[in-house]
């Protein structure tokens, strides 16, 4: 194998994104959960631009990074929490839960193992802005849209909840 400085890359950001993950599910103070979530987002954004997937990476810097998380934030910052944490202790859940993590690390690397994988280049220049484009306005308009009216209902019922919040 040999090591460039696109594997050197990758290796950090791949790093920092399982760090950020981690962290997120370790953190007990959302605020700081909000933002290695970020962290990971920016990370993973990273990996695209590795990828030569521009666009991908600007969209995920936009809409990720910049709007959920922003959007995470100020939710977490408008909603009144305990200021005291409480400390759970609960061994039995912990055990279960690396013993499920190391389960899965094993059937992963199993699985792995045994799979074949492409070392040839793959070409790329077919699938740009104009195919994903293509893409959500004719084959996949329905489904778009569909997520659309999603989310502005769901922007609509976040406003109606806060209203009657506020009222009360």
């Known amino acids: 194998m040999e090591i460039t400085g696109e594997f050197i890359a990758f290796f950090i950001l791949s790093i920092l994104a399982i760090c950020g993950a981690v962290f997120m599910i370790f953190f007990t103070n959302?605020?700081?959960?909000?933002?290695?979530m970020a962290f990971t987002f920016l990370s993973i954004a990273g990996i695209y631009?590795?990828?030569?997937?521009?666009?991908?990476?600007?969209?995920?810097?936009m809409v990720?990074?910049?709007?959920?998380?922003?959007?995470?934030?100020?939710?977490?910052?408008?909603?009144?929490?305990?200021?005291?944490?409480?400390?759970?202790?609960?061994?039995?859940?912990?055990?279960?839960?690396?013993?499920?993590?190391?389960?899965?690390?094993?059937s992963l690397v199993l699985l792995s193992r045994g799979a074949t994988f492409v070392s040839d280049a793959v070409d790329t220049k077919g699938y740009g802005i104009e195919k994903i484009g293509e893409l959500f306005f004719g084959t996949y308009m329905i489904p778009f849209?569909?997520?659309?009216?999603?989310?502005?209902?769901?922007?609509?019922?976040?406003?109606?909840?806060?209203?009657?919040?506020?009222?009360?």
């Not at 631009?49 to 810097?61: C, M, P, R, S």
């Open 30 to 36: 959302v605020v700081h959960m909000g933002v290695s």
């Open 49 to 61: 631009f590795l990828l030569n997937a521009d666009f991908l990476a600007v969209i995920q810097i």
């Open 64 to 106: 990720y990074t910049g709007a959920i998380s922003i959007l995470m934030l100020f939710g977490i910052m408008m909603t009144r929490h305990k200021e005291t944490e409480e400390k759970l202790n609960r061994p039995i859940h912990y055990g279960l839960s690396i013993a499920g993590a190391g389960v899965l690390l094993v």
């Open 145 to 168: 849209e569909l997520a659309s009216i999603l989310l502005l209902v769901a922007l609509i019922g976040s406003i109606i909840i806060a209203k009657k919040e506020g009222q009360e």
